[in-house]
Each structure stands twice: as C-alpha cells, then as structure tokens.
C-alpha cells in the first residue's frame, strides 16, 4: 500500500453525506473503501488515494452523526430509519438546536401512538 506525502485537501464536507441513511452509507463506504485499496496497489494516483482517504473520513462523520441522531416524538435511532433535522429555538433562552425527525412522519406517528396511548392509560408522565 502506499503512503505518498499528502498533498493540500479541500477542506472536510460531510455534510455532503447527511442525507444518506446509516445503510446506504455503509454501502457507499464499501464501494470507496475498496477503490482505496485498489488505488493504494497500484500506486499510479498518489493524489486520488489521499482523495479517497479524506472523503472516507467525510463519511464516517456523517454515519456517526446519523447513527446517534434520535427522533424527538418516537425515539427510534438515525441507523435504523431516515432522520430530517432542523433547528429550533429556545423559548427560554433563545438558543438554538439541532432536533431530530422521522422522514416517513405516518410511520413515526404509528410507533408513536401505542407509546402515548400506554403512558396516557397509566395516568400521565413516565
């Protein structure tokens, strides 16, 4: 494998990833990790093995970030379903955060419902 002096990177961009779900991210890691490889034995792209590295890296950012993303209403995991984020603003302090929504909102609202009616049937608050 080799390991040629780095040349200048363009600057990180997984947010170029975000909208992948955790499953098709892996996916995509496997098709570029195995093109790495391949580029690293034939040694002919020294800058395109370090541009494949870097974008390696870009995509693992974005599955972690998917990965421990929750949805607000439901609670189900950004590695098993889709997740939408947006900011929202606190009505405290006027700070903003990231939240987290299920894409298929039918589908959140469905996982949802049994939980609301359990909690509501055994009198309020969990």
Same mark, same amino acid.
């Given at each position: ?7 200048? %990177?363009?600057?990180? $961009?997984? &947010?170029?990833?975000?909208? !992948? ?7 995509? /890691?496997?098709?570029?990790? %195995?093109? +790495?490889?391949?580029?690293?034995? !034939?040694?002919?792209?020294?800058? =395109? +093995? +370090? @541009?494949?590295?870097?974008?390696? #890296? ?13 949805? /607000? %209403?439901? =609670?189900?995991? #950004? #590695? ?9 603003? %606190?009505?405290? $302090? =006027?700070? @903003?955060?990231?939240? +987290?929504?299920? &894409? $298929? ?7 949802? &419902?049994? *939980? !609301? *009616?359990?909690?509501? &049937?055994? #009198? =309020?608050?969990?």
């Amino acid at each position: 494998m080799i390991a040629p002096n780095r040349p200048p %990177s363009l600057p990180a $961009d997984a &947010a170029m990833f975000a909208p !992948l779900t955790t499953d098709e991210n892996t996916v995509l /890691r496997y098709h570029l990790t %195995s093109g +790495w490889y391949k580029q690293g034995h !034939l040694g002919n792209d020294p800058a =395109g +093995w +370090w @541009e494949t590295a870097d974008l390696l #890296g870009d995509l693992h950012v974005a599955w972690d970030a998917a990965f421990h993303a929750t949805c /607000r %209403s439901c =609670g189900v995991s #950004g #590695g098993a379903m889709a997740l939408e984020k947006y900011t929202v603003r %606190s009505m405290a $302090d =006027g700070a @903003e955060h990231d939240e +987290w929504q299920c &894409a $298929d909102r039918e589908a959140c609202a469905a996982r949802f &419902a049994p *939980d !609301l *009616d359990r909690v509501l &049937a055994a #009198g =309020g608050a969990r």
